[in-house]
């Protein structure tokens, strides 16, 4: 049974991160003092639930965390700096901090490191999510001690819940889009000028024009989806825009 650590300071763990080709040292004093940080934690990177999940739904919410108080989100894993800036990389996930535990100590002094050599792993951490502030755990969710890598609790929509249930989430927005096409330009510029993130799919390199014939039933682009909704092109994106205030 793992322990909760809520009213208790993180352990004072100095990590060593690769940047810029340059060794840099880390502390939990400059991750954590005098700051509201979300940590979310997990078995390893490159992994399916933490790669399809885990991250990309703290990232998505990261704006919202924000206009909430949150002052940084870090994802902590038993992995190497180098790992972890590939995975960075891989993610695309700009608004997390990855921070590599390398050596285990931070996530032992949270009671959370876990024998997982019948996978190959060694010792890894144990999925759990929290809040800190000013250095003292808040809140913490921690996964059931069950077999697997069990996923219920530690995820970005239940820490939201936690810090403001009445937060609202931002759209999902996805466009259609063609290299040198002036209308996705423009739709991109709308999108942009309202602070709306989106995620661009390009014709040729994401995906091709039968594609999107047989998702969007149009041959032209922008082709944009709102929340799952097919909006339509440029005008049409305009429309919504303007309808919505």
Request: charged residues 25%; contains cysteine.
């Amino acid at each position: 049974m793992f322990s909760n650590r809520e009213g208790q300071r993180v352990p004072n763990i100095t990590f060593r991160l690769r940047q810029d080709n340059q060794w840099v040292n880390v502390t939990s004093d400059d991750l954590f003092a005098g700051k509201t940080v979300i940590v979310f934690s997990l078995p390893g990177a490159f992994t399916p639930t933490c790669s399809s999940t885990h991250v990309p739904g703290y990232n998505q919410l990261a704006k919202v965390f924000k206009d909430n108080g949150v002052d940084e989100i870090i994802c902590i894993s038993v992995n190497d700096t180098f790992v972890m800036n590939e995975w960075a990389k891989d993610q695309q996930a700009q608004n997390i901090t990855f921070i590599p535990d390398g050596n285990g100590e931070f996530t032992e002094g949270m009671g959370m490191l876990v024998d997982k050599t019948d996978l190959g792993f060694g010792k890894r951490s144990w999925r759990y999510s929290m809040l800190v502030k000013d250095s003292v755990v808040d809140k913490m969710f921690i996964e059931p001690d069950e077999p697997g890598d069990p996923f219920k609790v530690s995820d970005a929509e239940t820490m939201l819940r936690y810090i403001n249930p009445e937060a609202v989430k931002p759209q999902l927005v996805s466009l259609f889009t063609r290299a040198g096409c002036p209308y996705c330009a423009r739709a991109k510029e709308m999108l942009s000028d309202r602070s709306i993130d989106y995620e661009e799919i390009v014709l040729g390199k994401d995906v091709t024009p039968r594609t999107l014939q047989a998702v969007t039933g149009a041959s032209t682009v922008p082709q944009v989806f709102v929340n799952g909704k097919l909006v339509g092109g440029s005008e049409a994106l305009e429309a919504y825009l303007t309808a919505a205030g």
